[in-house]
């Protein structure tokens, strides 16, 4: 993927409002790459956790709001717990679903869970996907 | 017979009865009645990891002072039920802000005073694994079995189970009831979760990883605490048999039904029959429970 950076679509307004809602300080971050490297997830996410990061902290958030990255992570906290900063990117992943779920951008349609699911699902599957991704 | 309070949650009042009727029973045998709380909810599943996302600490809360009404610790079963009422334990505790408005919006006054125990850590802490050693009724055979904790029992280490990156009460949990514990490099690793809603390519990716990393480890079983975990590592057998004509398996059961089959309660109360992968050709090949011939 082409990056172009730039003062384009440069937003601190972004930035502090991803930190606000994620409660976490993004300019701890200095790019190891260590939540990347054990997020479970990297393989399918079109820009990988750290990668995030450093866009929120550029401001730019079309490119972070339009990747899948945010709807793919599970909430594991390999990220969490490898970070040695301590900082939580699994907060910084809640905090883009909830700014996106707000917006009325969601990533999955009740209409396009698989049949059956629900009847044959655990509940708290279905419990936590709703709040992760539709609600 | 003691008591403990016990919040069973959702998933284990509908499609994993299987999960809480063995505990129940288990620790009825070992002399602790699971007294299930006369009021509860849903504990929410999953945390709110944002920390303005107040109003999803009331239902966990709601639970937490339950707890405390029934007499001030509450057990529970599934890994995720664990990690929500103890992380949100921790902010009733140390977080005045947030602690102040769950309360004044619930009415209440609670400070985050009610202990928050998983099931292995009763019979660790409260039974005793040498006291659990004597009432073993059936010899397990060391069957090589899986210990999986999967990510909420161990993250964050603010509330795991155990040592977060070396844990081993699992392990010496699975050994005392005489299962030969199979330690695995993905036994912390996530299956997947909710992505079984959305990304299944994911949740097979991720399960069957974890299904790989036990048996070449040499396991004959794996052992989960959540029924998520459950769903998602049978699902991606299943797809694997579909898809690729892979026909090695391994059962998935809870720890509790190897609980209760070591504390020698009959195989048909232990709902060893509803799997996708049958759990009952590993048991009666190393003699566990007896064989009979059933329909394919």
Redesign the interface.
């Known amino acids: 993927m082409k990056i172009a950076l730039g003062t384009v679509g440069l937003d601190n307004a972004f930035l502090e409002q991803v930190e606000?809602?994620?409660?976490e300080d993004l300019s701890r971050c200095y790019q190891c790459g260590n939540c990347s490297g054990s997020c479970?997830?990297s393989?399918?996410m079109e820009i990988p956790v750290s990668q995030v990061i450093r866009f929120v902290q550029l401001g730019q958030e079309q490119t972070v709001l339009q990747a899948n990255s945010m709807?793919?992570c599970?909430?594991?906290?390999?990220c969490?717990?490898r970070c040695p900063k301590c900082l939580?990117p699994?907060?910084v992943m809640?905090?883009l679903r909830?700014l996106s779920l707000r917006q009325g951008k969601r990533?999955?349609a009740l209409a396009?869970?698989?049949d059956g699911?629900l009847e044959?699902?655990?509940?708290?599957?279905?419990?936590?996907?709703f709040?992760?991704?539709i609600a | 017979m003691t008591s403990i309070p016990y919040y069973p949650g959702c998933t284990l009042n509908t499609v994993a009865k299987g999960f809480d009727q063995s505990a129940r029973q288990s620790l009825q045998l070992l002399g602790v009645e699971l007294a299930e709380l006369a009021q509860w909810n849903c504990c929410g599943a999953c945390y709110p990891l944002t920390p303005n996302n107040v109003i999803g600490l009331t239902g966990p809360t709601n639970v937490l002072i339950q707890s405390q009404k029934a007499g001030g610790t509450v057990s529970t079963l599934c890994s995720f039920c664990y990690n929500t009422l103890k992380r949100t334990n921790l902010v009733m505790k140390e977080d005045v802000s947030r602690r102040t408005v769950v309360n004044d919006f619930l009415g209440t006054t609670y400070e985050g005073e009610a202990e928050v125990l998983h099931l292995l850590e009763v019979i660790r802490d409260r039974i005793g694994f040498a006291e659990l050693k004597k009432r073993v009724k059936r010899d397990l055979k060391k069957l090589r079995v899986a210990a999986y904790y999967g990510c909420t029992l161990l993250r964050p280490k603010a509330v795991a189970i155990d040592g977060s990156e070396s844990p081993r009460i699992f392990e010496d949990f699975l050994e005392t009831i005489g299962c030969g514990a199979v330690e695995f490099p993905n036994r912390g690793e996530c299956c997947g979760a909710h992505l079984a809603m959305s990304n299944e390519e994911v949740v097979v990716r991720l399960s069957g990883a974890v299904v790989a990393s036990a048996q070449a480890f040499g396991a004959e079983l794996i052992a989960t605490t959540c029924p998520l975990c459950f769903f998602n590592l049978e699902r991606s057998q299943k797809h694997a048999l579909e898809e690729t004509g892979e026909t090695a398996t391994l059962p998935v059961l809870y720890f509790t039904q190897l609980l209760g089959l070591a504390l020698g309660i009959a195989e048909e109360e232990l709902s060893l029959d509803g799997n996708l992968v049958d759990p009952r050709p590993a048991l009666e090949a190393k003699g566990i429970v007896e064989c009979v011939v059933r329909e394919a």
Do not use: I, T
């Not at chain 1, 606000?20 to 409660?23: K, V």
């Not at chain 1, 599970?74 to 390999?78: A, F, I, K, Y």
């Not at chain 1, 044959?120 to 996907?129: F, M, T």
């Open positions: 606000r809602e994620s409660g479970p997830v393989f399918a709807w793919l599970v909430s594991c906290l390999q969490q717990a939580d699994s907060k809640e905090a909830r990533p999955v396009q869970v698989p699911f044959r699902s655990p509940q708290q599957a279905v419990v936590a996907g709040r992760k991704l």
